[in-house]
């Protein structure tokens, strides 16, 4: 029989969670609304000034929110989003190349909404290979944002000094442009290179760098086929640009693995050369404003990488508030200054960037090109950085391998990387029937 104090005691026991929870209400009530905050991941660490003046305009609107800004070096970031976004734990806005599809294909990021849809699939806005950059099975995932495109950057003065008056004109004048350029010391040894070469570094990069010569040769690491791929490098386009590197590494001497290479080394004066993207100019802008440079186009043209940014919070007021950061980000004032102060290409085609392009003459070279210029760009497939990823690492073994200098060599070498990509082609069911 129940007792009337354990009756009471039941009674309370009710009504006690509802007093603890009516009074944490009331004393919630009395706290300051907690701050919304936005995460943006990036792989490309100059982006941050742009992507905070981006959340700043955003304050402006909402005061309370928080943008938290991370950006790391590109591969570390791809490992990041490798791990994050199956667990759900990826931030709220992220930058994404062609390894998105991966990702999208695994479902792990949703559509974009409607109003953003709308936008990217404006024509006024994105060329046709922009709005199918961020389209997967006929949906719109993303909105394009920048690109990287490469041209030359040389140094006029040591040009001048070498007796050159302009730009290698075919790809086969970059060597002995190379051995002019280059500047030894007493015993021989190169200690200004002549031309800057991708040698070494961890993830694709190096694929990239040797494909991009690879293209001017008139190859391509892999082509498509009725939907399909493979491994195209092991020809005579790519025993060309692979003897291209032994030739300066091995026997011309032109440059090293040791050497400081890339925008680095061009900035501090210690090559005469390279090939890159955009970005550098701004680079250039910052670190070292009195260097006498010029760029040009390459011989017969140029990757293009669109990047894209990415919303994979679900669907739900985070989201949208994150696909307002995006839009934004495609201001046309912002994209301005992002060509202007950051250097890298913005997507977006209706905005003005005359007075910019006119006010700094290097960008010349990444929007003046010959009429018959051609672009390619990296597969939008799955297994696209690992098979980058894998060629990379047997550059970086071969190009300093002293038992590949003969064109037999050569040749063993490139079928023998062809046909790895090709098993990893297989793997994935994308391999092309020859």
């Given at each position: 029989?129940?007792?009337?104090?354990?009756?009471?005691?039941?009674?309370?026991?009710?009504?006690?969670?509802?007093?603890?929870?009516?009074?944490?209400?009331?004393?919630?009530?009395?706290?300051?609304?907690?701050?919304?905050?936005?995460?943006?991941?990036?792989?490309?660490?100059?982006?941050?000034?742009?992507?905070?003046?981006?959340?700043?305009?955003?304050?402006?609107?909402?005061?309370?929110?928080?943008?938290?800004?991370?950006?790391?070096?590109?591969?570390?970031?791809?490992?990041?989003?490798?791990?994050?976004?199956?667990?759900?734990?990826?931030?709220?806005?992220i930058?994404?190349?062609?390894?998105?599809?991966?990702?999208?294909?695994?479902?792990?990021?949703?559509?974009?909404?409607?109003?953003?849809?709308k936008?990217?699939?404006?024509?006024?806005?994105f060329?046709?290979?922009?709005?199918?950059?961020?389209?997967?099975?006929?949906?719109?995932?993303?909105?394009?944002?920048?690109?990287?495109?490469?041209?030359?950057?040389?140094?006029?003065?040591?040009?001048?000094?070498?007796?050159?008056?302009?730009?290698?004109?075919?790809?086969?004048?970059?060597?002995?442009?190379?051995?002019?350029?280059?500047?030894?010391?007493?015993?021989?040894?190169?200690?200004?290179?002549?031309w800057?070469?991708r040698?070494s570094?961890?993830?694709?990069?190096?694929?990239?760098?040797?494909?991009?010569?690879?293209?001017?040769?008139?190859?391509?690491?892999?082509?498509?086929k009725?939907?399909?791929?493979?491994?195209?490098?092991?020809?005579?386009?790519?025993?060309?640009?692979?003897?291209?590197?032994?030739?300066?590494?091995?026997?011309?001497?032109?440059?090293?693995?040791?050497?400081?290479?890339?925008?680095?080394?061009?900035?501090?004066?210690?090559?005469?050369?390279?090939?890159?993207?955009?970005?550098?100019?701004?680079?250039?802008?910052?670190?070292?404003?009195?260097?006498?440079?010029a760029?040009?186009?390459?011989?017969?043209?140029?990757?293009?990488?669109?990047?894209?940014?990415?919303v994979?919070?679900?669907?739900?007021?985070?989201a949208?508030?994150?696909?307002?950061?995006?839009?934004?980000?495609?201001?046309?004032?912002?994209?301005?200054?992002?060509?202007?102060?950051?250097?890298?290409?913005?997507?977006?085609?209706?905005?003005?960037?005359?007075?910019?392009?006119?006010?700094?003459?290097?960008?010349?070279?990444?929007?003046?090109?010959?009429?018959?210029?051609?672009?390619?760009?990296?597969p939008?497939?799955?297994?696209?950085?690992?098979?980058?990823?894998?060629?990379?690492?047997?550059?970086?073994?071969?190009?300093?391998?002293?038992?590949?200098?003969?064109?037999?060599?050569?040749?063993?070498?490139?079928?023998?990387?062809?046909?790895?990509?090709?098993?990893?082609?297989?793997?994935?069911?994308?391999?092309?029937?020859?």
């Amino acid at each position: 029989m129940m007792k009337f104090a354990e009756l009471t005691s039941r009674k309370l026991a009710v009504r006690r969670p509802v007093f603890a929870m009516a009074a944490a209400a009331l004393f919630a009530s009395m706290l300051p609304a907690q701050a919304e905050k936005l995460t943006i991941w990036g792989g490309w660490p100059e982006m941050e000034p742009f992507y905070k003046r981006v959340g700043e305009q955003l304050k402006q609107k909402y005061p309370d929110l928080e943008i938290s800004v991370e950006l790391i070096a590109l591969r570390e970031h791809e490992k990041r989003n490798a791990l994050a976004l199956p667990s759900g734990a990826a931030a709220d806005v992220i930058e994404m190349e062609v390894e998105a599809t991966r990702y999208l294909e695994g479902g792990l990021v949703p559509p974009a909404p409607d109003n953003v849809v709308k936008f990217v699939k404006d024509g006024k806005h994105f060329d046709t290979f922009f709005q199918d950059s961020v389209t997967f099975e006929d949906k719109i995932y993303g909105v394009p944002l920048f690109r990287g495109q490469t041209a030359l950057y040389y140094n006029t003065d040591m040009f001048a000094k070498a007796g050159l008056s302009g730009a290698p004109k075919t790809m086969a004048d970059y060597t002995p442009y190379a051995e002019k350029l280059t500047q030894r010391d007493a015993q021989g040894k190169p200690v200004v290179s002549g031309w800057s070469l991708r040698l070494s570094g961890g993830g694709q990069g190096v694929a990239e760098k040797f494909w991009i010569n690879l293209f001017q040769f008139g190859g391509n690491l892999i082509e498509e086929k009725n939907g399909k791929w493979k491994a195209a490098f092991a020809n005579e386009a790519g025993r060309k640009a692979f003897k291209q590197y032994v030739e300066n590494v091995q026997v011309l001497k032109t440059v090293s693995p040791e050497m400081k290479a890339d925008a680095e080394a061009f900035e501090l004066g210690q090559t005469a050369m390279f090939i890159r993207e955009s970005w550098v100019i701004g680079d250039i802008a910052k670190k070292s404003p009195n260097l006498k440079y010029a760029t040009a186009p390459l011989p017969r043209g140029s990757i293009v990488i669109p990047v894209n940014l990415y919303v994979p919070t679900k669907p739900g007021k985070k989201a949208d508030l994150a696909w307002e950061y995006v839009l934004q980000a495609n201001a046309p004032e912002n994209l301005q200054w992002l060509l202007d102060n950051i250097g890298w290409l913005p997507n977006r085609k209706d905005v003005d960037y005359s007075a910019i392009i006119a006010k700094t003459p290097a960008f010349g070279a990444f929007v003046n090109f010959p009429a018959d210029y051609k672009f390619f760009s990296l597969p939008a497939i799955a297994p696209a950085s690992e098979i980058l990823t894998r060629v990379a690492a047997r550059l970086v073994d071969g190009y300093t391998n002293p038992k590949l200098q003969d064109d037999a060599a050569i040749d063993a070498f490139l079928k023998e990387a062809a046909a790895e990509v090709d098993t990893i082609l297989k793997r994935e069911g994308l391999l092309a029937t020859p």
